[in-house]
């Protein structure tokens, strides 16, 4: 009975991070995944990976962490957690984007580690050196129109002077089909991963590795993200680069 019980109880540790071992979740990710405020959150934590995103950036307690265009403040209010009362979490809403920023207007309003940096997207600063930038399906919207155009490597190059040294940079997106470079980025929404991870590095940064979370090899890389038929299900990178230390 108690083997059976240890059993269960390790399987529901699973399900709960998406399959992830348990050791791969630090305590304070798991903490604020738990935090009894994100029960509207948690209703998408198998879908979007929240808890192995998070403990990929290896963002912790009391670093400054800048989130680029963080929609609806999924992983916002998950940073402000993990990285708590003495970090700091810089939501960066760029000028020209086409959505009302309300919802981090909110988490600002409620969360007292989180502020709200509008600012153009061509022109990114951050009030202090942080240890983690991290965006969510947006790198693809910079080079588009309506962000400007803002060029990529006038991106990663400030990302690269707001970092720390040793500092990491994470980008989720939805895949391209490889080859496709940009092409995609204002049609069906998506990137070429190959091209991002050349940009990146291109910048001055260190190709640290991905994780594998939110891969769907069934998505035909081809079709628009915000179609029914595979919308929240789309095959997305999760890629880690680091600042090197000199």
Same mark, same amino acid.
């Given at each position: 009975?108690?083997?059976?019980?240890?059993?269960?109880?390790?399987?529901?540790?699973?399900?709960?991070?998406?399959?992830?071992?348990?050791?791969?979740?630090?305590?304070?990710?798991?903490?604020?995944?738990?935090?009894?405020?994100?029960?509207?959150?948690?209703? &998408?934590?198998?879908?979007?990976?929240?808890?192995?995103?998070?403990?990929?950036? +290896?963002?912790?307690?009391?670093?400054?962490?800048?989130?680029?265009?963080?929609?609806?403040?999924?992983? +916002?209010?998950?940073?402000?957690?993990?990285?708590?009362? /003495?970090?700091?979490?810089?939501?960066?809403?760029? &000028?020209?984007?086409?959505?009302?920023?309300?919802?981090?207007?909110?988490?600002?309003?409620?969360?007292? &580690?989180?502020?709200? !940096?509008? /600012? @153009?997207?061509?022109? !990114?600063?951050?009030? /202090?050196?942080?240890?983690?930038?991290?965006?969510?399906?947006?790198?693809?919207?910079?080079?588009?129109?309506?962000?400007? @155009? +803002?060029?990529?490597?006038?991106?990663?190059?400030?990302? !690269?002077?707001?970092?720390? @040294?040793?500092?990491?940079?994470?980008?989720?997106?939805?895949?391209?089909?490889?080859?496709?470079?940009?092409?995609?980025?204002? +049609?069906?929404?998506?990137?070429?991963?190959?091209?991002? %991870?050349? /940009?990146?590095?291109?910048?001055?940064?260190?190709?640290?590795?991905?994780?594998?979370?939110?891969?769907?090899?069934?998505?035909?890389?081809?079709?628009?993200?915000?179609?029914?038929?595979?919308?929240?299900?789309?095959?997305?990178?999760?890629? %880690?680069?680091?600042?090197? !230390?000199?």
């Amino acid at each position: 009975m108690k083997r059976i019980a240890c059993a269960l109880a390790a399987l529901a540790c699973s399900l709960a991070f998406g399959g992830a071992a348990l050791a791969q979740i630090p305590d304070y990710v798991a903490k604020a995944v738990a935090d009894p405020g994100r029960a509207a959150d948690a209703k &998408n934590d198998e879908r979007r990976k929240g808890a192995e995103i998070v403990a990929f950036s +290896t963002a912790k307690p009391g670093d400054k962490v800048l989130e680029l265009i963080p929609g609806g403040g999924y992983f +916002t209010r998950l940073f402000s957690k993990v990285v708590g009362s /003495q970090g700091r979490v810089y939501a960066v809403w760029p &000028n020209e984007y086409d959505e009302k920023a309300d919802a981090v207007k909110g988490i600002v309003k409620d969360y007292g &580690n989180v502020d709200l !940096l509008m /600012q @153009p997207a061509a022109k !990114l600063t951050a009030p /202090q050196p942080v240890d983690v930038v991290f965006t969510s399906q947006n790198y693809h919207d910079y080079p588009d129109k309506f962000m400007g @155009p +803002t060029d990529l490597k006038v991106l990663n190059a400030a990302v !690269l002077a707001a970092l720390k @040294p040793g500092g990491v940079y994470i980008i989720v997106d939805h895949s391209a089909e490889l080859g496709s470079g940009l092409r995609d980025t204002d +049609t069906v929404h998506r990137i070429d991963e190959t091209a991002v %991870k050349q /940009q990146v590095v291109a910048a001055g940064f260190e190709y640290v590795g991905e994780s594998d979370v939110l891969r769907n090899k069934s998505d035909d890389r081809k079709t628009n993200v915000f179609n029914p038929a595979i919308r929240g299900r789309t095959d997305q990178f999760v890629y %880690k680069f680091r600042k090197p !230390l000199k």
